[in-house]
């Protein structure tokens, strides 16, 4: 598959929203319930800034994070939270690339949109890096799906196998304001398959805020698939509706690839499957009319395995000939050391499966340094090149050399007035 190293990014996501003690029915498997309850996944300041050195020890320059109340363990909306820890991991651990989270699938985040607005879900992205923000904010995942489905309800959109096309042009399409419960098909806990009541108008303009935000201070941008095609189809509508355009002005786009986190994005058994699916995001920064780069796509990939489907993915890599079975987590590690991948970090964790899986099929506690350091020793010994140095990890993210400066964007008609 070529003789140049593959060049990666080892990224670690360590707390997420699913795995928590509200949103999970205890059964009678204590491993089982301290897995799906997050008992070994960090939620205080200190031990989420103890995570992130370890991992930045074992290689890792990209940190995604939720925020964790500690007196509960449940995601919440705290901006004091997402400083004060921004701020430490930046002292602790130079050029360390910082991601924050915005799910809506936690009580206490419902809660807090039901007291104030959509906006707190996601208003830490509002934060500019030197006062505590981060990089990237997901800005564009689960919940904004409700955007989707409203187009697909009406005959806006049609899905082909790899592609999606609007009916026409999305200006004029005007997005419903009736507030329903959201529904989106997920690999989750049972508690956190429940997503709340929205309408695509409101994701909408919640969306726009937060794109709005980001380029003010000169921010790029990223977004998250948890299935393929509607994904899909929302990343390309975000690239391309003139009221939002996201990826510009700075031109880059980074795109996490959660494989396995819903049927609709399964896990794949082999490296053709995951293949098509980074290829097909890669081509979304591709001008769909004359086919010149328009976005640089980056792309993150992580192996979001619930822990009932872990045995079913125990299985070897259809890659490199070793015949032992491997975790989900070596399996994309293999994938993502391919020269021709066309992945650029490789993130593990405790957000996307916090948990391994032993030669009895047994499913075993973990940490995120142990995830992060298998990723990476398995990415090494399939050939790949870890990249730990802060300027070349910027360079290969197409980080803006001054993120901290305020860019205001030339384009008035863009601005968010609310």
């Known amino acids: 598959m070529g003789n140049s190293p593959k060049k990666l990014i080892v990224g670690c996501a360590a707390t997420g929203a699913k795995f928590t003690p509200r949103n999970h029915h205890r059964t009678g498997d204590d491993i089982y319930n301290a897995i799906m309850g997050g008992k070994n996944i960090p939620v205080t300041v200190e031990e989420i800034v103890a995570d992130a050195k370890a ?30 820890c921004s701020l430490s991991i930046q002292k602790h651990c130079p050029g360390m690339v910082l991601s924050f989270g915005a799910s809506r699938n936690g009580h206490e985040v ?47 959109i049609f899905f082909g196998s790899h592609n999606a096309d609007f009916t026409k042009p999305l200006k004029d399409i005007k997005l419903s ?17 429940r997503y709340g009541s929205t309408s695509p108008k409101i994701q909408f303009e919640t969306l726009k805020r937060a794109i709005t935000a980001r380029n003010t201070h000169g921010l790029p941008h990223e977004i998250e698939w948890g299935q393929y095609l509607s994904n899909l189809a929302l990343t ?11 990826g510009q002005p700075l031109g880059s786009l980074n795109i996490v690839l959660l494989f396995g986190f819903s049927p609709k994005l ?66 994309i590690a293999i994938y993502a050391a391919q020269p021709d991948s066309n992945v650029d970090i490789l993130r ?17 506690l973990t940490d995120n340094k142990t995830l992060v350091s298998i990723a990476a020793s398995t990415a090494r ?8 140095s802060p300027f070349a990890v910027a360079d290969m993210l197409r980080l803006p050399k001054n993120p901290a400066a305020s860019y205001q964007r030339r384009d008035a008609h863009l601005r968010y007035e609310g």
Not at 68 to 80: G, M, S, V, W
Not at 348 to 364: K, Q, R, T, W
Request: net charge negative.
């Open 55 to 84: 991992a930045y020890a074992e290689g890792a320059r990209y940190f995604h994070i939720h925020a964790r109340n500690p007196a509960t363990r449940e995601q919440f909306t705290d901006l004091d939270w997402y400083k004060e």
């Open 110 to 156: 419902r809660e807090a949109i039901a007291k104030e607005s959509e906006w707190v879900r996601i208003h830490q992205a509002d934060i500019p890096i030197h006062q505590g923000g981060a990089h990237f904010t997901t800005l564009s995942a689960v919940a904004e799906l409700v955007i989707i489905q409203d187009l697909k309800k009406n005959g806006h």
């Open 177 to 193: 304001s009736d507030v329903e419960e959201l529904s989106v098909e997920t690999n989750s806990t049972l508690g956190a398959a």
């Open 236 to 246: 390309k509508y975000t690239i391309e509706h003139p009221d939002l355009r996201i």
């Open 266 to 331: 399964p896990f794949p058994h082999t490296y053709g499957e995951f293949k098509r699916v980074v290829d097909s995001a890669k081509k979304l920064g591709l001008d769909s009319a004359t086919g010149e780069k328009n976005i640089d796509i980056t792309i993150t990939v992580g192996a979001a395995v619930m822990p009932k489907c872990m045995a079913e993915h125990h299985i070897s890599s259809d890659i490199g000939g070793d015949q032992r079975r491997m975790q989900p987590l070596e399996r």
């Open 348 to 364: 593990a964790g405790m957000e996307d499966s916090p948990c391994l899986i032993d030669p009895s099929g047994s499913l075993a």
């Open 381 to 388: 010994e399939y050939g790949a090149n870890i990249i730990t």
